[in-house]
């Protein structure tokens, strides 16, 4: 919506791994600026999810050719949400977990005094120059080197808690 007013890729909730890479193949395929995969039912996880977090391009299977693939730019950004949202194996490197407590039981009952998208639309540009501004502060800042991820156990998190995941709250 920032850069080209584009809708997200609204993905349904998949029962497993193989069923989310068809709905990411396709996804990928039709070039949205963003996915999300709402309510997911599986743990996030996969080579085809891990790729798209981190790869510019991605072989794609096309959808009845088992031997046929094509490469796709990469220009999405994924976000997933559920309540108790779960990450297993390499996606437990690849994600930045951030929780929300809207402070009420029925989130669809929410009022909001402006409209978010109609604010966003109407004030693009600005939008556009604070995001451009971080980035251009990170490079004026010599594009200091990663942080040294949190563990969970400087967090206060339970063991159970991936050790490589940032976990806001």
Do not use: W
Request: proline share 4%.
């Amino acid at each position: 919506m920032f850069a080209d007013h584009q809708r997200q890729g609204l993905l349904a909730a998949c029962e497993n791994e193989h069923e989310l890479e068809k709905e990411l193949s396709a996804s990928l395929i039709s070039g949205c600026a963003l996915t999300n995969l709402d309510n997911m039912v599986a743990p996030l996880t996969g080579g085809l999810l891990c790729q798209t977090v981190s790869q510019p391009y991605i072989e794609v299977r096309l959808f009845g050719k088992n031997d046929k693939t094509i490469t796709v730019v990469n220009r999405t950004t994924i976000q997933a949400q559920r309540n108790n949202l779960s990450v297993r194996d390499d996606m437990t490197r690849r994600v930045l977990i951030g929780q929300m407590d809207a402070k009420v039981e029925r989130l669809e009952l929410r009022e909001f005094a402006r409209n978010p998208r109609a604010m966003i639309l109407a004030n693009r540009g600005k939008y556009v120059a604070a995001c451009l501004t971080i980035v251009r502060a990170c490079a004026l800042a010599g594009r200091p080197g990663k942080l040294t991820p949190l563990t969970c156990t400087a967090l206060n998190r339970p063991a159970t808690c991936p050790a490589r995941i940032i976990c806001l709250e």
